[in-house]
């Protein structure tokens, strides 16, 4: 069966889409240390800016200490809510939770 060009021009345009649309999802890598993060800088939020929401600064681990990241603006989402980034003690050890957008209730 001998298909017409224009046909498998775009079969062959389309395999990348196929192939970018079935991936698996990517998973945040955990960090998990056993030294307390630092208490959270106190910031002076810049004013509010019309369309967007505040993503607060944090520790971040660089695999020998915490180091601070600044917060910064982020365009809103209509119908979700940011939940920040934060550490939480788990077993004795520090987990990172990185912050995610929830849908709002």
Same mark, same amino acid.
């Given at each position: *069966?001998?298909?017409?060009?224009? /046909?498998?021009?775009? *079969?062959?345009? /389309? ?5 970018? @649309? @079935? ?14 993060? $630092?208490? $959270? ?12 929401? %505040?993503? #607060?600064?944090? %520790?971040?681990?660089? #695999? ?9 603006? *982020?365009?809103?989402?209509?119908? %979700? @809510? ?11 050890? %520090? ?11």
């Amino acid at each position: *069966m001998k298909l017409p060009s224009a /046909l498998l021009a775009a *079969m062959i345009a /389309l395999v990348p889409v196929a192939c970018v @649309t @079935t991936a698996p999802p990517r998973r945040a890598a955990v960090v998990e240390v056993g030294v307390r993060p $630092p208490p $959270p800088r106190v910031v002076v939020v810049p004013a509010p800016r019309r369309g967007y929401v %505040w993503a #607060g600064g944090y %520790w971040r681990w660089n #695999g020998h200490r915490h180091v601070w990241v600044d917060g910064y603006w *982020m365009r809103a989402r209509p119908g %979700w @809510t940011w939940a920040p980034a934060h550490w939480e003690e788990r077993r004795g050890r %520090w987990v990172f939770v990185a912050g995610v957008w929830v849908r709002a209730r």
